[in-house]
């Protein structure tokens, strides 16, 4: 996703019902390039393109500074309708999880017209089959699943508590936080936050704690080599399985972050605040990405 990640993503591991967890994977900096696959976006394009790493690197599309770690969109270039879009970056974990606890601090997401960040989960085969769990994804926490799955759902607003990708136009679903700096400019200008997500074989919770709120458990804020959930607090968003089979909804899942542009999410949303159309907007007005 991301012009500013700062960049801890500590994936946790423990039993399937545990409240405790301890380290397994922790990425900083340049592990999120040593340890993710890195791959091209276009807008256009439904697939990301399999272009190197070394092509997002050496057009400065992603980089790594000491513990922080950036992805972004190009900001330079006018594009054609023609053409396949505007270039950004996806990256995917090359560990998958199951049932853990990931705490990701961030400082920067891409922000305006158009865009499409998302920091998410999926499995490898086809989806929605291996079922999805966003973190982030436009203003919504939400999950995907491919066949009946309802969830209980509380925290903040929820739209739909089908998740069944085909009942509701692969919107799944979603839950908008309680937090109104918990994405976009807001979340940028208070300069970001952390987000954890656990997932156990009866509930997926999704907590969101925006810097310098003093909400942050201080075990997570120091980076503790072991957490205990049960301590978090209420989750800014909780699925409880009330009628859904959370183990055989969801398998393995790599930790994907990326930045899309208009496409069926964000161009179906696109705010009447924005100017004409989707594309054409992103197409013609590269400095208005800057921030992405
Ligand atoms: C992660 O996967 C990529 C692509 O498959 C590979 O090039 C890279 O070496 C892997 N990283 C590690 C640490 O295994
Ligand atoms: C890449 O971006 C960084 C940060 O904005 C900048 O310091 C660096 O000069 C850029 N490199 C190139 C080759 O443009
Ligand atoms: C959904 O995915 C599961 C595997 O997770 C598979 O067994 C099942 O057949 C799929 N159902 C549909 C309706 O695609």
Known sequence: M???VSALLLGLAGSAVATTYNIADTYIGSQ???R???KRLLTRLTVASTTSQATALANNLTYASGNTFIM??????TLTSSGPGRNSVRIQSNNTYTYALM??????????????????TTGATNWPTCGEIDIIEGVNNEMVTNFTCLMDISGGTSASTDCNANDNGNQGCGVHS????SFGPPFNANGGGVYAMERTTTSISVWFWPTNSGLAPSAVLSGASSLDTSTFGEPDALFVNTDCDIPSHFTAHNIIFDLTFCGDWAGNAYPSTCPSDCNDYVDNNPFAFENA
């Open 2 to 4: 991301i012009s500013k």
């Open 32 to 34: 999120f390039l040593s």
């Open 72 to 77: 972004r969109a190009d900001y330079t270039t």
């Open 36 to 38: 993710f696959t890195c």
């Open 178 to 181: 309680s937090f109104s700096n």
């Open 103 to 120: 705490v990701l601090d961030l400082s920067h997401m891409p922000e305006g017209c158009g865009t499409w960040p998302a920091f998410w």
